[in-house]
C-alpha cells in the first residue's frame, strides 16, 4: 500500500519524512520552534531509518547526523534545544540560531498513513503530535503541481526545469489539444497552476474558460500588453465576469520581457512557486 501511495506522492520535504514514518522503526524529527532565523519553516520534518539514514532535509547534514545520533538513544518523544541555548556544546547551527525539535523514536504509524492518504488524493492532511509539543499538530498541503498547456521551445524548457526540480508537471501539448475545445482530463485543483504558453493565441480561449472554472490558485498565459488587452476583450464578449478575468497573470512570470525560452520558463516556475509557497498558511 505504501509504495502505491508513494507513487502518488512528488516526494518534496514537507512529504518525503512523513511517507518514511509510516514505516516501523523509522522515527521522526519535527521542527517546534525557532529562535532567531533558519532556513525551514517551523514544522519541518525529518525522518530517521533504523540503518541511520535520513529522508528529508533539516539543514546541512550535520543537523541530519546528530539527530540521527540522538534519537537512537530515545524510547518516548522528547524536545532538544539544537544551536543557540543547547546544552549540548559541541553542536551549534551555522545560522547562529536555535532550534527546538520533537525527537519521536515511535511516531503514530496509522495517523501517519492516514495523512499520507490524504496527499495522495490531493486534500489537506494533518499529523498530531505528542503532547509535550508546543505545536499540537503537522499540517500539510498537496505537492504543486502544474498544468502546462502550450507549445514549442517555451513548454519544452518548462518541462526541463520541472523535472529537474523534481515538480510534477502535467503537459498539454498543441498536438493532444483540439481548437476551440477544452482540454481533456484537465481540471486543476486548488493546488495546481495553470499555465498557458501559446504563441498562437486563438487557441487560448476555451482553455481559459476552463481554467477559470477550477479552483487553480494561479492561472497564467505567455503574452505581452497587447495580447493581455485582446484577450480580456475577447473573454468578455464571451461573458466572463471582470473578476474572473482579473486572476489571469499576464504577462507571466518575475523577470521582464524575457528573450529567450529558458528564461522564461525560469520565470514563470519561480512565480509559481512563490504563490504556491503561501498555501501553506491556509493549511
Given at each position: 500500500?505504501?509504495?502505491?501511495?508513494?507513487q502518488?506522492?512528488?516526494?518534496?520535504?514537507?512529504?518525503?519524512?512523513?511517507?518514511?514514518?509510516?514505516?516501523?522503526?523509522?522515527?521522526?524529527c519535527?521542527?517546534?520552534?525557532?529562535?532567531g532565523s533558519?532556513s525551514?519553516?517551523?514544522g519541518?520534518?525529518?525522518?530517521?531509518?533504523?540503518?541511520g539514514?535520513?529522508?528529508?532535509s533539516?539543514?546541512?547534514?550535520?543537523l541530519?547526523?546528530?539527530?540521527?545520533?540522538?534519537i537512537?538513544s530515545?524510547?518516548h518523544?522528547?524536545?532538544?534545544r539544537?544551536g543557540?541555548?543547547s546544552?549540548?556544546?559541541?553542536?551549534?547551527l551555522?545560522?547562529g540560531g536555535g532550534?527546538?525539535?520533537?525527537l519521536?523514536?515511535?511516531p503514530?504509524?496509522?495517523?501517519?498513513r492516514r495523512?499520507?492518504?490524504?496527499?495522495?488524493?490531493?486534500e489537506?492532511?494533518?499529523?498530531?503530535?505528542p503532547d509535550?509539543?508546543?505545536?499540537?499538530?503537522?499540517r500539510?498541503?498537496p505537492a504543486?503541481?502544474?498544468?502546462?498547456?502550450?507549445?514549442?521551445p517555451?513548454l519544452?524548457?518548462?518541462?526541463?526545469?520541472?523535472?529537474?526540480?523534481r515538480?510534477?508537471?502535467?503537459?498539454?501539448?498543441?498536438?493532444?489539444?483540439?481548437?476551440?475545445?477544452p482540454a481533456?482530463a484537465c481540471?486543476?485543483?486548488r493546488?495546481?497552476?495553470a499555465?498557458?504558453?501559446?504563441?498562437?493565441?486563438?487557441?487560448?480561449l476555451?482553455?481559459?474558460e476552463?481554467a477559470?472554472a477550477?479552483?487553480?490558485?494561479?492561472?497564467?498565459?505567455?503574452?505581452?500588453?497587447?495580447?493581455r488587452?485582446?484577450?480580456?476583450?475577447?473573454?468578455a464578449?464571451?461573458?466572463?465576469?471582470e473578476?474572473?478575468i482579473?486572476?489571469i497573470?499576464s504577462?507571466?512570470?518575475l523577470?521582464?520581457?524575457?528573450?529567450?525560452?529558458q528564461?522564461?520558463?525560469?520565470?514563470?516556475?519561480?512565480?509559481?512557486?512563490?504563490?504556491?509557497?503561501?498555501?501553506h498558511a491556509t493549511?
Amino acid at each position: 500500500m505504501l509504495a502505491e501511495l508513494a507513487q502518488d506522492l512528488v516526494p518534496g520535504e514537507d512529504h518525503e519524512a512523513l511517507l518514511a514514518a509510516c514505516e516501523a522503526g523509522v522515527g521522526l524529527c519535527t521542527i517546534v520552534g525557532i529562535d532567531g532565523s533558519f532556513s525551514r519553516r517551523l514544522g519541518a520534518q525529518l525522518a530517521v531509518l533504523p540503518d541511520g539514514s535520513t529522508r528529508g532535509s533539516l539543514a546541512d547534514g550535520c543537523l541530519e547526523a546528530q539527530l540521527a545520533a540522538d534519537i537512537r538513544s530515545l524510547e518516548h518523544p522528547t524536545i532538544i534545544r539544537y544551536g543557540r541555548g543547547s546544552p549540548k556544546i559541541d553542536f551549534r547551527l551555522p545560522c547562529g540560531g536555535g532550534l527546538d525539535i520533537l525527537l519521536d523514536p515511535e511516531p503514530d504509524r496509522t495517523a501517519c498513513r492516514r495523512a499520507t492518504k490524504a496527499l495522495a488524493d490531493r486534500e489537506p492532511a494533518k499529523l498530531p503530535l505528542p503532547d509535550i509539543s508546543p505545536v499540537p499538530e503537522r499540517r500539510y498541503i498537496p505537492a504543486l503541481r502544474i498544468a502546462a498547456l502550450g507549445e514549442g521551445p517555451e513548454l519544452a524548457a518548462l518541462e526541463a526545469l520541472a523535472a529537474a526540480v523534481r515538480i510534477d508537471l502535467v503537459s498539454y501539448s498543441k498536438d493532444s489539444l483540439t481548437l476551440g475545445q477544452p482540454a481533456k482530463a484537465c481540471q486543476p485543483d486548488r493546488w495546481t497552476a495553470a499555465l498557458l504558453l501559446f504563441h498562437d493565441h486563438e487557441w487560448e480561449l476555451p482553455l481559459l474558460e476552463q481554467a477559470l472554472a477550477s479552483d487553480a490558485f494561479y492561472i497564467g498565459a505567455q503574452g505581452g500588453e497587447n495580447a493581455r488587452i485582446q484577450r480580456t476583450l475577447a473573454l468578455a464578449e464571451r461573458g466572463i465576469a471582470e473578476e474572473q478575468i482579473a486572476r489571469i497573470r499576464s504577462p507571466i512570470g518575475l523577470i521582464p520581457s524575457c528573450k529567450t525560452p529558458q528564461t522564461l520558463a525560469l520565470s514563470a516556475l519561480a512565480e509559481i512557486v512563490g504563490h504556491y509557497e503561501r498555501l501553506h498558511a491556509t493549511a
